[in-house]
């Protein structure tokens, strides 16, 4: 058995060249550019550099990018103020707020201070709810990724078993709701979970979302697995993802690290911010 190996790049590139006719599109109906506020609070590096590659990609397609840091102490009642300043500005199409939040900030209350329109990293409690419905009106990019991944990989899910390694709001929970409406059948391990392996050897699909670096083995998988790897952290100079190398020797498909969802989930999120303005442009937000 061969392992295919899922090449992210050059699908957000293809993604992101759809993107900027689209946003052509816009501004030419509207006389302004699709835009996306962004906010980040405190010096946290991988957060700092995430949104600096958010800025640089919406910028090649043309969509104007703002983002407002505040520093570390920063009181979140005014952070909630802006955002609502971006709310009522109409030119302002998807507003984000960078996760994590240091431990003064109530993230619930935080984001749920984001306009559900504009709420273009579906996190907002009522976007949230329309995924448990199975109607998002803002897919999370997470799963949007996700999505991307098993169609281009012609990968069936209804009726597999998928293990999600990590259970956070950002990849982990959400995946769960839109795994489960696609018919798998979905088990979630967390940092609770005495033995994840146990639960992955008999996995058809793993997705890993848990933020550590080699996590899984080949040891941890069966054969012909589908490997999702939302990457682990930086050791060193190097990032490294959350599976092991030896995995591609076993595993049917993989998203490698760097190079496979991490590109997308960029790429799903400048694509929610043009839909959002294509809903505000021609008419049809139904929310």
């Keep these: 058995m061969q392992t295919r190996i899922f090449d992210g790049r050059f699908t957000a590139q293809q ?18 550019a699709p835009k996306l506020s962004t906010v980040i609070v405190g010096d946290d590096p991988a957060s700092v550099a995430f949104i600096a590659i958010k800025e640089k990609r919406a910028r090649s397609i043309g969509m104007e990018f703002v983002r407002k840091h505040y520093p570390e102490s920063f009181d979140p009642t005014e ?20 996760l994590p939040l ?19 990293d579906g996190l907002h409690p009522k976007n949230l ?18 999505k991307e991944v098993l169609s281009q990989m012609d990968i069936e899910v209804t009726g597999k078993h998928v293990v999600l390694v990590g259970s956070g709001l950002l990849v982990g929970k959400p995946l769960a709701l839109f795994f489960v409406d696609e018919g798998a059948t979905v088990s979630m391990c967390s940092v609770h979970t005495p033995d994840i392996a146990v639960f992955t050897r008999e996995a058809d699909i793993i997705v890993a ?7 899984i083995n080949a040891d941890m998988i069966k054969e012909g697995a589908v490997v999702i790897d939302f990457g682990g ?5 190097e990032l490294k993802g959350e599976f092991t190398q030896d995995v591609v020797s076993k595993a ?11 590109p997308l989930v960029v790429s799903k999120l400048l694509e929610n911010t043009v839909l959002s ?4 442009t021609f008419g049809n937000n139904d929310a």
């Design 15 to 32: 993604i992101e060249e759809s993107l900027t006719s689209r946003v052509a599109r816009i501004t030419g109906q509207r006389g302004h």
């Design 79 to 98: 952070v909630v103020k802006y955002i609502h300043t971006q709310n009522e500005d109409k030119t302002v199409d998807g507003i984000i707020v960078q």
């Design 102 to 120: 240091p431990t003064q900030f109530d993230r619930l209350l935080t984001l749920k201070a984001i306009h559900p329109y504009k709420d273009v």
């Design 129 to 146: 709810g329309y995924l448990i419905e199975g109607k998002p009106f803002f897919n999370p990019p997470a799963v949007l990724s996700v």
């Design 209 to 215: 979302s848990t933020g550590e670096a080699d996590l």
């Design 233 to 237: 952290k930086k050791v060193g100079d």
């Design 252 to 262: 049917g498909v993989v998203t490698p690290v760097p190079g496979g969802v991490g």
């Design 277 to 280: 303005a294509e809903r505000s």
